[in-house]
């Protein structure tokens, strides 16, 4: 289990653009819970040993030892993306969470429901759109570029905020995007997100920062680099205007850009490109889930 951690940690830090210090947050939170399912076991945990129960109990101890409520959401959180990690490296079944979630009540529970993936549907994005585009102001116009591009390439939110004006070119219609620890980054070819990037460089950002000292494609409010929780909140704000039933974030608009280029042909070397996915088994692995849950929407 203790090898799973460390793959989980690099596979976040390669895929997802994590800060350190929530990586090192990750890392603490699954050492601390595989702890103490040595010392309840009398051994080394395994995949079987990784269920509700023994989640429950470990919260529960963590509590009893004077955590607050906020760390042990933390913890909960931390379990729950592993969850996720594990379930689709094949390392456990979905019906071993199942099977043994009876009887646990809302705080406790730990479900692997959310492994299907959201997809943003046509209507959705047509609404949200529409809704900033009513909006007419530099933050709406930068957000409406955001939307289209990560629908286009499925870029991750940490490679978007690092995006700076000289990624982009709007001549070639191409944008450089750094994945992991690449220096030189990997040019990607932009066809429906030129005209709003266009247009927010010429009408939105200009009124955001000092273009001349600010290299951030991705301007905040305040005038410098947008952060992954502005990205975040701008999102989910727009989405709570448009009145969207699912919260609107980055992963989901990930996920909904996978699925339109599953719909377009690309093949998985393809995807996987855009992605950044270094090893080919994470694109596997969300293409068979986007296509579980298309198969279950349509039921």
Not at 146 to 172: H, M, P, Q, W, Y
Not at 206 to 212: A, E, I
Not at 230 to 242: D, F, H, I, S, Y
Request: aromatic share 6%.
């Amino acid at each position: 289990m203790g090898l799973s951690v460390e793959a989980f940690i690099s596979n976040l830090r390669t895929e997802a653009g994590y800060s350190s210090h929530t990586l090192q947050a990750y890392a603490s939170d699954l050492n601390r819970f595989i702890e103490y399912l040595h010392s309840e076991l009398g051994h080394s945990p395994g995949s079987v040993d990784f269920n509700p129960k023994h989640v429950t109990g470990f919260i529960n101890s963590e509590r009893r030892g004077g955590l607050q409520e906020s760390t042990l959401y933390r913890r909960r959180a931390s379990i729950r993306r592993f969850v996720k990690y594990l379930y689709e490296g094949g390392f456990i079944e979905k019906e071993q969470f199942i099977e043994q979630n009876k009887g646990l009540n809302a705080n406790q529970n730990l479900t692997l429901t959310s492994l299907q993936p959201a997809i943003l549907t046509e209507k959705d994005t047509k609404t949200v759109l529409e809704e900033i585009g009513s909006a007419n102001s530099p933050r709406a116009s930068r957000d409406f570029a955001i939307i289209i591009l990560l629908l286009e390439t499925g870029i991750s939110i940490g490679a978007l905020v690092e995006l700076n004006v000289s990624d982009l070119n709007l001549r070639k219609k191409i944008v450089r995007v750094s994945f992991g620890d690449s220096n030189e980054g990997t040019w990607i070819q932009i066809e429906q997100s030129h005209d709003p990037l266009r247009h927010y460089l010429l009408e939105g950002r200009p009124n955001l920062t000092d273009s001349l000292s600010e290299p951030a494609l991705f301007a905040s409010q305040m005038g410098g680099r947008m952060s992954r929780q502005g990205v975040w909140q701008g999102l989910r704000n727009w989405g709570e205007k448009a009145g969207l039933e699912q919260r609107l974030s980055p992963r989901l608009l990930r996920h909904t850009a996978v699925k339109r280029m599953i719909s377009n042909g690309l093949t998985i070397t393809e995807i996987q490109h855009l992605l950044g996915h270094r090893n080919p088994l994470s694109t596997r692995a969300l293409l068979r889930r986007l296509k579980a849950a298309g198969k279950n929407n349509n039921k």
